[in-house]
């Protein structure tokens, strides 16, 4: 009963991350990247902070160096991820940055000589013809926000393999903590970078950055941490790609996006190609 209860849980997610792409885009309509991202995971890290006060107590030097990492990972990301959307549709967005799960064993393999099987070989080969059809222009260029969200993508794949790796040596309360405080103050020192300190957020804009940071953010990171007890990781990792498709149906049910068919057939390939890597045998040789 309780691997179902997980399984529902992790679904919950995709479908509250896939809103995620849909909320970005209506909160750059009045805040700049980085004051999304500022707000985004100050309230995170207060609430996550909150939950787990009397489990943060005497962290371990290692796990805040693990933390720190993780949230730079994490923090590279959403900063790609939220600049590319200004610059691409929000399907788009969603599907390339599923292309993270495909570069995890890739990371893995140049860290960790992790060998690479065919399956992510070949998953990879789908993804890049995916990427060419859904992004590619006419003249056979990368538009600006879909090259920003492919960058995006490695900043989560790293993010994902820190995690499997830490998650492993570490509590993972300490780790979300840390990682949601390192992003913050990157977030923070970013806007004076960019010089986007001056604030003028609509009613619209408040309720989407407030959705990102308290359901989107908080809610869903402990969410998947807890589901993720009964759900092994590739069914998980297998389960969290479906992100993509909600955030290309939320933009086409809220946005009104215009899709045509060759999008939908690059997206088609791209969710087949995260599917396919992730069946490769998990019991991989170092």
């Keep these: 009963m309780r691997k179902y209860l997980a399984i529902a849980g992790l679904i919950a997610v995709t479908v509250i991350w896939g809103g995620g792409f849909v909320a970005s885009d209506m909160a750059l309509e009045s805040l700049r990247p980085f004051q999304i991202m500022t707000i985004r995971f100050l309230l995170a890290s207060f ?31 959403f900063a790609f991820q939220i600049v590319g959307l200004q610059y691409t549709t929000p399907s788009k967005n969603a599907f390339l940055t599923a292309l993270n799960v495909v570069m995890v064993p890739f990371i893995a393999f140049v860290i960790l000589k992790k060998k690479v099987g065919a399956r992510s070989i070949a998953g990879a080969v789908m993804a ?60 923070f020192v970013s806007l004076f970078l960019f010089q986007e300190t001056e604030f003028h957020v609509t009613a619209k804009g408040w309720l989407s950055v407030l959705y990102l940071g308290v359901i989107s953010t908080a809610l869903c990171y402990l969410l998947q941490t807890a589901s993720q007890k009964y759900v092994d990781e590739t069914k998980a990792a297998i389960i969290l790609s479906m992100e993509s498709v909600f955030g290309t149906l939320f933009s086409i049910l809220i946005l009104h996006e215009q899709v045509t068919l060759r999008m939908v057939c690059g997206c088609v390939i791209i969710l087949v190609a995260v599917i396919v890597s992730n069946l490769a045998d998990t019991h991989i040789e170092e």
């Design 128 to 187: 890049i013809v995916g990427v060419g059809l859904l992004s590619l222009e006419k003249n056979l260029t990368l538009g600006i926000g879909d090259a920003l969200t492919l960058v995006c993508a490695a900043g989560f794949a790293f993010q994902i393999f820190f995690t499997s790796e830490f998650v492993k040596k570490y509590r993972a309360v300490a780790l979300n903590f840390v990682q949601m405080l390192t992003a913050v103050l990157l977030s």
């Design 47 to 77: 609430l996550m902070g909150t939950a787990s006060i009397r489990k943060l107590k005497g962290m371990k030097s290692g796990e805040i160096r693990a933390g720190i990492l993780m949230g730079a990972a994490l923090f590279m990301g």
